[in-house]
Each structure stands twice: as structure tokens, then as C-alpha cells.
């Protein structure tokens, strides 16, 4: 069990490193009446842009046009598409503009020995275009992430420890309007004492049974239900370090419906901050990446996966999303999402690859070392009408304040990470 030194009282330099500031409804929103062309020129550019990067990595070729047949074995770039499920006979690959003017085959991927695939998924690959219809698949390059940021962490000795709380809405029982959920997690925080509280999204989800009945009535608007909550939180953080970081949900029915979702609109709490869906923020240097939407069911539902041993299927769920430098990099969408293709070209692109990575999830609950980053899926903090889940996390770094901090230069921060799911 991890406790917490409820003596200190510490104030972390909490940077937002990816603000989503700009508003959703203004005079050039293309949210709901977005264009085929403006929105294949958007997701060509992601294409691109990535794909470019695999070339250069693994120093391949120039691409070659998909258009044209060969005999021998050519590289090329784009995406993988699908039409309906993917399955091993209906696996699509979309050109780029550049290369091959948005040409789509079919790919035979009989000569691959192993291969993790999802529609969207943009990668390089090698092998024989049959009359410009069909390649046989060699070889598969997947991109790879970004490098983490090597910058000075000020966690150390001194400092002390850093504890994390990390837990995911709903925050309401199926079966009542009620937040005794919250509540509860309330008296965790005001116990334990965290330094950094992160409450995902959403807090009261619009398609609750009994928001969709005739029968309910509110005495309050949906805002203003929100702002209670907030408010009684902030109570309970007075004379309290722990800072708490709120992240937005499109599934909220008091926010706008379009994902990526904007940071809530909250009245100015000194201990409580607002950041969009996805966010990235920076805890004493640490990277911390997160979205409320559930990228782990909707890729573990699309994926196409050939292999011969078993794998960390959960893990491989993370890594698709650090490869892709992409915190949703399924397309299309699943359906449940409001996707604005420009608003995810913007604010769902990974700039680094996180030191933790928080992907909350109708799946079981995890948190396990992904290639150095540690993922954490604290699952929600209701299931139907009982308690779920949340996850504490607690990162104690070795290094004296002094010392070149180690992270990013050989030793990964999931070295010096401890973590628990615990039942609300």
C-alpha cells in the first residue's frame, strides 16, 4: 500500500503544454459541415507528414506511385483502410497525394509472418503491385515514437515523492443522479492528500438511463449541477496541497459534443484547473498525456492481428497510439465519436511521447511499463450501479537536485514508479 506524506506541502510547477484555447463555435467551425475535399486534405497532410518520417528512419527509397505495376519489390506509403470490418481479405491501402495521388489497393499479407494493423493506421511497406490493384506484402515499417524530452526533472530528494490520484467518470450510478461515487473519492482526497488529483471526464454522461427518461426532473441546469460538485471539492481542498486536474469529456451532457473537446468552462479555483481532451501536461518535467474517450475498446475492437505467440494485447493498444504519435489514431472514428478532422489534426497529434500515459477504459483496469512509458488504465469509478475503480500512482526519482537527472538519458521514468488499482 502506498502512503502519502501528508507533511509536506508542495506546489509542482503544472504546465498545460497543449491548450486548447481556441473556441469551437466561431465563424469558420467546421464542426458538422466539414467539406469531403477540406477533410481529405487534412488527413492527407497526418498521412504525410508521418509517413515521411517512416522513410526517414528507416532510410527507404522514394516512395513509389501505386499506380503503377512492378515486378519487383517497391516501397510505399500510406494508410490502411477498410471497408466494413477488417479481416484478411479485405485489407485496403490508401496512397498519399504525394506518392500515389490517394490510389487505393487491396494488400495480400500472406508473406508477413506477424502484423498488428487497424483502419487508419498509417505505416511504410514493401512488396509487388499486381496490375496497380494488389501488393503482395513483404515487409511492414511501422512508424516509431517520438523520442521522450530530455529536460531537468525537479523531482528528487529534496523535493520528495510525487503521489498521483487518477480516477474516470461517470461519476453517477446508473441508477441514480446522485454523486455518491465522487463523494467518496472526495474523502480519498481530502485523507490521502495527494499532490496532483487528475478527475477525467465525464461527469454526468448525457445518455444516463435516467436522463433519457420523462420522468426525471432537474431543478438545476446541467452546469450548474457541474459547478456543485466543483465547488464542494474545492471545500474540501482547503489547507490541502493537492491540485486537481480536470479533463474534458464530449460524453459530458453539460459540454459540447465534438471530439477533441474543449477544457471545461469552471469559475477561477486557486487548486483546480481545466485542460482539453486529449491534454498533455508537464508535472516537474514529467510529461503527462491523457483523453477521456475510450481509445483502448475502439482499437482492441478494429485491430487485425497475426502472430504466432501471445502478446500484451493492452500494451500493444498503447503502443499503436505512441507509434502513430496519436492519441485517437483510429479512422474512421468509432461511431459513437464526433469526430472534427480538423480539430484532430490539430489537438490529438502527439508533439513527444509521454512519460505517463492515462487511457481510462470500460476495460480491465492496468498499469504496466509500455516501452518505457508507464500506462495507466484506472478503468471507471462506477460500474453500473456500484463503485469501480481508481488508479494512485507514486514517482520517486533517486537523483539528488544537483545530479543530470537520469530520465530521458538511459534510465525510464517507469523504473522509479509504484503504482495500485484501488475499489472506491
Same mark, same amino acid.
Given at each position: 500500500?502506498?502512503?502519502?506524506?501528508?507533511?509536506?506541502?508542495? #506546489?509542482?510547477?503544472?504546465?498545460?503544454?497543449?491548450?486548447?484555447?481556441? $473556441?469551437?463555435?466561431?465563424?469558420?467551425?467546421?464542426?458538422?459541415?466539414?467539406?469531403?475535399?477540406?477533410?481529405?486534405?487534412?488527413?492527407?497532410?497526418?498521412?504525410?507528414?508521418?509517413?515521411?518520417?517512416?522513410?526517414?528512419?528507416?532510410?527507404?527509397? =522514394?516512395?513509389?506511385?501505386?499506380?503503377?505495376?512492378?515486378?519487383?519489390?517497391?516501397?510505399?506509403?500510406?494508410?490502411?483502410?477498410?471497408?466494413?470490418?477488417?479481416?484478411?481479405?479485405?485489407?485496403?491501402?490508401?496512397?498519399?497525394?504525394?506518392?500515389?495521388?490517394?490510389?487505393?489497393? !487491396?494488400?495480400?499479407?500472406?508473406?508477413?509472418?506477424?502484423?498488428?494493423?487497424?483502419? &487508419?493506421?498509417?505505416?511504410? /511497406?514493401?512488396?509487388?503491385?499486381? /496490375?496497380?490493384?494488389?501488393?503482395?506484402?513483404?515487409?511492414?515499417?511501422?512508424?516509431?515514437?517520438?523520442?521522450?524530452?530530455?529536460?531537468?526533472?525537479?523531482?528528487?530528494?529534496?523535493?520528495?515523492?510525487?503521489?498521483?490520484?487518477?480516477?474516470?467518470?461517470?461519476?453517477?450510478?446508473?441508477?441514480?443522479?446522485?454523486?455518491?461515487?465522487?463523494?467518496?473519492?472526495?474523502?480519498?482526497?481530502?485523507? =490521502?492528500? $495527494?499532490?496532483?488529483?487528475?478527475?477525467?471526464?465525464?461527469? /454526468?454522461?448525457?445518455?444516463?438511463?435516467?436522463?433519457?427518461?420523462?420522468?426525471?426532473?432537474?431543478?438545476?441546469?446541467?452546469?450548474?449541477?457541474?459547478?456543485?460538485?466543483?465547488?464542494?471539492? !474545492?471545500?474540501?481542498?482547503?489547507?490541502?496541497?493537492?491540485?486537481? +486536474?480536470?479533463?474534458?469529456? @464530449? #460524453?459530458?451532457?453539460?459540454?459540447?459534443?465534438?471530439?477533441?473537446?474543449?477544457?471545461?468552462?469552471?469559475?477561477?479555483?486557486?487548486?483546480?484547473?481545466?485542460?482539453?481532451?486529449?491534454?498533455?501536461?508537464? +508535472?516537474?518535467?514529467?510529461?503527462?498525456?491523457?483523453?477521456?474517450?475510450?481509445?483502448?475498446?475502439?482499437?482492441?475492437?478494429?485491430? /487485425?492481428?497475426?502472430?504466432?505467440?501471445?502478446?500484451?494485447?493492452?500494451?500493444?493498444?498503447?503502443?499503436?497510439?505512441?507509434?502513430?504519435?496519436?492519441?485517437?489514431?483510429?479512422?474512421?472514428?468509432?461511431?459513437?465519436? $464526433?469526430?472534427?478532422?480538423?480539430? @484532430?489534426?490539430?489537438?490529438?497529434?502527439?508533439?513527444?511521447?509521454?512519460? +505517463?500515459?492515462?487511457?481510462?477504459?470500460?476495460?480491465?483496469?492496468?498499469?504496466?511499463?509500455?516501452?518505457?512509458?508507464?500506462?495507466?488504465?484506472?478503468?471507471?469509478?462506477?460500474?453500473?450501479?456500484?463503485?469501480? =475503480?481508481?488508479?494512485?500512482?507514486?514517482?520517486?526519482?533517486?537523483?539528488?537536485?544537483?545530479?543530470?537527472? !537520469?530520465? &530521458?538519458? &538511459?534510465?525510464?521514468?517507469?523504473?522509479?514508479?509504484?503504482?495500485? +488499482?484501488?475499489?472506491?
Amino acid at each position: 500500500m502506498i502512503k502519502s506524506e501528508t507533511s509536506r506541502n508542495l #506546489k509542482w510547477d503544472i504546465i498545460n503544454t497543449n491548450p486548447f484555447n481556441r $473556441p469551437l463555435l466561431k465563424i469558420n467551425s467546421k464542426y458538422m459541415f466539414q467539406r469531403t475535399r477540406e477533410m481529405s486534405i487534412v488527413l492527407n497532410d497526418v498521412v504525410s507528414e508521418l509517413g515521411n518520417s517512416v522513410v526517414e528512419y528507416y532510410s527507404l527509397d =522514394t516512395p513509389a506511385n501505386l499506380t503503377e505495376c512492378t515486378a519487383e519489390d517497391e516501397v510505399y506509403i500510406g494508410r490502411i483502410r477498410s471497408e466494413g470490418k477488417l479481416s484478411d481479405g479485405s485489407i485496403l491501402f490508401e496512397g498519399t497525394m504525394e506518392s500515389s495521388l490517394g490510389h487505393l489497393v !487491396s494488400l495480400d499479407m500472406s508473406g508477413v509472418e506477424e502484423y498488428f494493423i487497424f483502419p &487508419g493506421q498509417v505505416l511504410g /511497406l514493401s512488396g509487388k503491385n499486381n /496490375l496497380g490493384r494488389c501488393v503482395q506484402v513483404s515487409q511492414l515499417f511501422i512508424p516509431r515514437p517520438f523520442p521522450f524530452r530530455q529536460a531537468r526533472i525537479s523531482i528528487n530528494k529534496t523535493t520528495g515523492p510525487l503521489s498521483i490520484l487518477i480516477a474516470a467518470g461517470p461519476f453517477t450510478p446508473t441508477d441514480s443522479l446522485s454523486f455518491e461515487p465522487l463523494k467518496d473519492l472526495r474523502d480519498v482526497i481530502e485523507k =490521502t492528500d $495527494p499532490d496532483i488529483c487528475f478527475l477525467i471526464g465525464p461527469f /454526468l454522461d448525457a445518455t444516463h438511463p435516467m436522463l433519457q427518461s420523462e420522468d426525471t426532473v432537474l431543478l438545476d441546469t446541467f452546469q450548474e449541477i457541474f459547478e456543485n460538485e466543483l465547488q464542494k471539492l !474545492s471545500n474540501r481542498l482547503q489547507d490541502r496541497r493537492t491540485k486537481v +486536474i480536470l479533463v474534458s469529456s @464530449w #460524453k459530458d451532457a453539460h459540454h459540447h459534443a465534438v471530439f477533441p473537446t474543449l477544457p471545461y468552462s469552471i469559475k477561477k479555483f486557486s487548486q483546480i484547473m481545466a485542460i482539453s481532451d486529449p491534454g498533455v501536461v508537464s +508535472i516537474g518535467g514529467l510529461i503527462f498525456g491523457v483523453t477521456s474517450t475510450d481509445i483502448l475498446m475502439h482499437l482492441s475492437r478494429n485491430e /487485425l492481428a497475426k502472430t504466432t505467440i501471445n502478446s500484451d494485447r493492452m500494451g500493444r493498444m498503447a503502443r499503436h497510439l505512441m507509434a502513430q504519435r496519436n492519441f485517437y489514431p483510429l479512422y474512421p472514428p468509432d461511431e459513437s465519436v $464526433p469526430l472534427d478532422i480538423e480539430f @484532430w489534426a490539430d489537438h490529438a497529434r502527439m508533439e513527444v511521447t509521454p512519460h +505517463i500515459l492515462i487511457l481510462p477504459s470500460e476495460l480491465r483496469h492496468f498499469i504496466k511499463d509500455v516501452d518505457g512509458t508507464v500506462v495507466v488504465n484506472p478503468e471507471r469509478l462506477t460500474k453500473g450501479i456500484s463503485g469501480g =475503480t481508481y488508479a494512485r500512482i507514486y514517482i520517486d526519482l533517486p537523483n539528488d537536485p544537483d545530479e543530470e537527472n !537520469s530520465i &530521458g538519458n &538511459g534510465s525510464p521514468i517507469a523504473d522509479f514508479v509504484m503504482g495500485e +488499482i484501488i475499489k472506491i
